[in-house]
């Protein structure tokens, strides 16, 4: 581990109580140096801290007792706390977690098949606007450290017992405007060291930042990207997403035509369905020509309604209208399975949900 994992703000009078996940593995050596321990604690304490999501230093069975009591003395272990829990018939289980400062987060896992995806949070709340998302009209509240982005996805593999096979960071907040942390995060979910899931199974979903997407497309690992484009007409989804407004559809097509011939990846643009305002015919024929002749695939998503919100979903026939006109114009396209349709599906209710009842 050769990069920070935390920039959550200390308190200036606890500086001797720092989270250990935030050093480095040569602040981790320095500190076992000043206490006179051998080099080779660092990797044990490491394990625990990113393998086994130790609660506690008194969890670290193999060091010494001594020990533990100093790094308890020293450090915090900066674990998160349930705070509130839904589960759905179709086994998917979605979380609010409460982190280290009071601050929220939510995130999700789905289970199937012998496999379990995680849809985790990069903040806490979102600046971006969306008109469709409940956690947008929040507000953003602050981002999350790469510590606090891979701690939810370990929160939910020890709730399941089972390894997390995949996981996407589409719940609360805009990966790209978290972009340092977001990148630590999936490297630690990489990394043989950490939580050890393939890069093509970690997925960043963005509203189509684009110097963050021409940075993505630069990086050494196979990971994987999401646009979240609702519209190919400007003006709805200007009205859709006006946190994206100063970045235009066609400079979004040109960018993602250069990420693909650097990467030769295939992204995915996420299209959220919402009846009488991006599903029309002229829409529809939008959709087709911003994606004919791309690699891009296209997920279609029935909205998850928000209270409060006029936006409805499309009707089931529609979506599939959808998917046919794409594969009529060479486009591959899902509907993806609605999960928790039985809870508060969507990012942020379920924190709104808890917050009304106080």
């Excluded at 995680?118 to 956690?135: K, L, Y």
């Excluded at 939910?156 to 990966?175: A, I, K």
Aim: with cysteine.
């Amino acid at each position: 581990m050769t990069t920070a994992m935390s920039n959550r703000p200390q308190d200036p009078k606890a500086e001797s109580q720092r989270d250990i996940h935030s050093l480095t593995r040569g602040e981790l050596l320095e500190a076992l140096s000043s206490l006179n321990q051998p080099s080779f604690r660092a990797k044990q304490i490491e394990e625990w801290v990113w393998s086994k999501n130790a609660r506690s230093f008194d969890d670290m069975t193999n060091l010494p007792k001594a020990l533990r009591e100093e790094l308890a003395r020293r450090f915090t272990m900066g674990a998160v706390e349930e705070v509130a829990r839904q589960a759905s018939s179709d086994g998917s289980r979605k979380y609010l977690l409460r982190l280290s400062d009071g601050v929220t987060v939510e995130c999700v896992g789905m289970p199937s098949r012998n496999r379990l995806a995680v849809c985790a949070s990069t903040q806490a709340g979102c600046a971006m606007g969306c008109a469709f998302c409940a956690t947008g009209g929040a507000g953003l509240t602050r981002s999350l450290s790469a510590a606090e982005i891979y701690e939810q996805v370990m929160h939910v593999r020890d709730d399941f017992n089972e390894r997390v096979t995949s996981v996407v960071l589409m719940g609360q907040g805009e990966p790209f405007m978290n972009y340092d942390a977001t990148l630590a995060a999936l490297r630690k979910l990489n990394s043989p060291d950490g939580a050890g899931i393939g890069a093509r199974h970690l997925t960043v979903s963005t509203c189509g930042i684009i110097p963050q997407i021409m940075r993505f497309a630069n990086e050494p690992e196979q990971f994987t990207l999401a646009v979240s484009l609702h519209s190919a007409v400007q003006k709805t989804r200007n009205a859709l997403m006006p946190g994206v407004r100063k970045y235009s559809l066609i400079n979004l097509y040109n960018a993602m035509g250069e990420y693909v011939g650097k990467t030769g990846r295939r992204p995915t643009y996420e299209y959220a369905l919402i009846g009488g305002v991006n599903d029309t015919d002229a829409e529809l024929q939008a959709l087709c020509d911003f994606c004919e002749g791309t690699l891009a695939h296209v997920n279609l998503i029935q909205l998850n309604e928000v209270e409060g919100s006029k936006l409805r979903p499309s009707t089931p026939e529609r979506a599939e209208d959808f998917v046919r006109a794409l594969a009529r114009v060479g486009v591959e396209a899902t509907l993806r399975n609605s999960r928790g349709a039985d809870i508060d599906a969507a990012c942020g209710q379920l924190k709104q949900r808890v917050a009304k009842r106080r």
